[in-house]
Structures are given as C-alpha cells and as structure tokens.
C-alpha cells in the first residue's frame, strides 16, 4: 500500500466497465474531486477524444490488456495532460470479478520535446527549400534569360535570307523561354513568395489561377 500511494506515476485498479474502484495519491491529485476520493471515477469519461476511448475500450474488450497507448486525459477542473496508459486484467479473489489493473504516464514533456524536434526539422526543411528555390531563380534564371535576350538581338540582327539560322534561332528562343516558365514553376513549387510575403491564403488563391 505505501509502495502504491508513493509512486509519482498514476496507479489504479478498476471495473471492465471503467469505474475506478482505488487510485493511488497521484491519480488522486489529477482525477479526483477536492474531498480526495476515487468514488464516481470512470476512466472511460475521462478521454479529451472520443476516437482515443473508443481505441482503448476496443483493445481492452479485445485482448483484456492495453500497451503503451497514447492519449489525452482529462482530469479536475478540466486539465488535459498527455499520457500514456498501460492496463492488464486482474483476478480479484475477494469477489471473483475480472478487474483490471493500469499504470498512466505523464508524458507532456516528451510530446512537448517531440513536437520541437518536429518543428526544427520542418523549419529547417523549409529553409532549405527557400535558399534552394532563390538560388534557382537568382542564378540559373538570370543566365537563362540572358541568353534569351542574346538570342532575341540575333535574331534581330540575322538577314532575312538565311531562313535556317533565323528557324534555329527561334527554336532556341523558344526553349529557352519554356526552360524560364518551368524553373519559375519549380521555384514557385519549392517556395511560393506569395505564401512568404502574404500568407496561406493568397498563395492558395495565385495557386489556382
């Protein structure tokens, strides 16, 4: 019993229907109400998502036991706290019932480490797309419509009666013009300015046009 009531993760012994039957002093302190006791609990109702219940009454109903599930529980006063429930059943010799017995983590900070490490690489991703899309635009971009424009003053400059030269010339100006539209395209795609400079919404709108 000391063991039980000293340990800083949440222990509790309940019904299969979900009703908690003892919690020990740290379930206590997130479930219970103020007067300290574990009467009128159900874990069931204690879920912050729905979909997160229904999960882990389907996997106790199916294999009386639950590993290492993920969800939000809501505790007094309305707290949410990230956890981590593990359940097994139990014989309870005094009544001959199948109860159950279960262990919650609190893992709020390792989701709030996750979630960083999440963010970091994501930002990071898109730093990576933004200089690679610049570098794209201002280089590779520039030198090809550089040579459009050489092109164009040639074909300017080249006789009328040299049909051929002028047929490759706008040829070349025309797959260089094509090369120009499809790298602004895949710069647009790697990093829209317009989602940069205006917001979600207004790239969205330039992307369907």
Same mark, same amino acid.
């Given at each position: 019993n000391t063991?039980?009531?000293s340990?800083?993760?949440?222990?509790?012994?309940?019904?299969n229907?979900?009703?908690?039957?003892?919690?020990?002093?740290?379930?206590l302190a997130f479930?219970a109400?103020?007067?300290?006791?574990?009467?009128?609990?159900?874990?069931?109702?204690?879920?912050?998502?729905?979909?997160?219940?229904i999960?882990?009454? +389907?996997?106790?109903?199916?294999?009386?036991?639950? +590993?290492?599930?993920?969800?939000?529980?809501?505790?007094?006063?309305?707290?949410?706290?990230?956890?981590m429930?593990?359940?097994?059943?139990?014989?309870?010799?005094?009544?001959?019932?199948?109860?159950?017995?279960?262990?919650?983590?609190d893992?709020?900070?390792?989701?709030?480490?996750?979630?960083?490490?999440?963010?970091? =690489?994501?930002? +990071?991703?898109?730093?990576?797309?933004?200089r690679?899309?610049?570098d794209?635009?201002?280089?590779?971009?520039?030198?090809?419509?550089?040579?459009?424009?050489?092109?164009? +003053?040639?074909?300017?400059?080249?006789?009328?009666s040299?049909?051929?030269?002028?047929?490759?010339?706008?040829?070349?100006?025309s797959?260089?013009?094509?090369?120009?539209?499809?790298?602004?395209? =895949?710069?647009?795609?790697?990093?829209?300015?317009?989602?940069e400079?205006?917001?979600?919404?207004?790239?969205?709108?330039?992307?369907?046009?």
């Amino acid at each position: 019993n000391t063991i039980f009531h000293s340990v800083s993760d949440m222990l509790f012994i309940m019904k299969n229907n979900g009703e908690i039957q003892d919690l020990n002093n740290a379930g206590l302190a997130f479930f219970a109400p103020p007067e300290k006791k574990p009467n009128g609990i159900n874990l069931f109702d204690c879920f912050d998502n729905i979909n997160e219940r229904i999960n882990f009454k +389907t996997q106790l109903k199916k294999f009386n036991s639950v +590993t290492n599930l993920y969800a939000k529980l809501r505790g007094e006063n309305g707290k949410v706290m990230d956890c981590m429930i593990s359940v097994n059943q139990i014989e309870n010799k005094r009544t001959l019932a199948r109860d159950y017995q279960g262990i919650i983590k609190d893992v709020t900070k390792e989701k709030e480490a996750e979630n960083l490490i999440i963010r970091t =690489i994501v930002d +990071t991703q898109e730093k990576e797309r933004e200089r690679f899309a610049r570098d794209l635009h201002d280089s590779l971009g520039q030198q090809l419509s550089g040579i459009n424009f050489y092109i164009e +003053t040639l074909k300017k400059t080249c006789k009328q009666s040299n049909k051929q030269q002028l047929e490759i010339l706008t040829k070349s100006g025309s797959a260089i013009h094509s090369a120009v539209n499809e790298l602004r395209n =895949i710069c647009f795609n790697l990093m829209p300015r317009t989602l940069e400079n205006f917001g979600l919404i207004s790239a969205i709108a330039e992307l369907c046009k």
